[in-house]
């Protein structure tokens, strides 16, 4: 049983920073793709990052170049760096756990096995 916990976030003026973090269970980075999701208020989850098991990453269009996924093998942890924060990226963030690549490089919230509680990010103008 794979679990994830999220940590950071919180809340920042428009153009500033904020760093989420996914802690795992061991060895789930090496069996496992990952990505970070989120669900504005009101709106249906959409996908936001994924990292492939072998260390490619993908963004979703409106985070491209703002947003930095990666990892910490030595600590079991999954980040998620946001640069540049909008008012529409205000939302709760969650990481997830998928055994098929597929589902991280599309980022396709129906094929993740496991899912962390959130952690809500608001970004005021």
């Known amino acids: 049983q794979v679990q994830l916990g999220e940590s950071g976030g919180g809340s920042v003026q428009a153009g500033g920073s904020l760093t989420l973090s996914c802690a795992a269970s061991?060895?789930?980075?090496?069996?496992?793709?990952m990505a970070w999701f989120r669900q504005p208020p009101g709106k249906e989850r959409e996908g936001v990052s994924g990292l492939l098991i072998g260390g490619s990453s993908t963004y979703a269009d409106s985070v491209k170049g703002r947003f930095t996924i990666s990892k910490d093998n030595s600590t079991n942890t999954l980040y998620l760096q946001m640069d540049s924060l909008r008012p529409e990226d205000t939302a709760t963030y969650y990481c997830?756990?998928?055994?098929?690549?597929?589902?991280?490089?599309?980022?396709?919230?129906?094929?993740?096995?496991?899912w962390g509680k959130g952690r809500p990010v608001t970004v005021s103008s």
């Open positions: 061991e060895d789930t980075y090496s069996r496992y793709c």
């Open positions: 997830a756990a998928a055994n098929l690549d597929i589902y991280c490089s599309t980022i396709f919230h129906l094929g993740m096995d496991y």
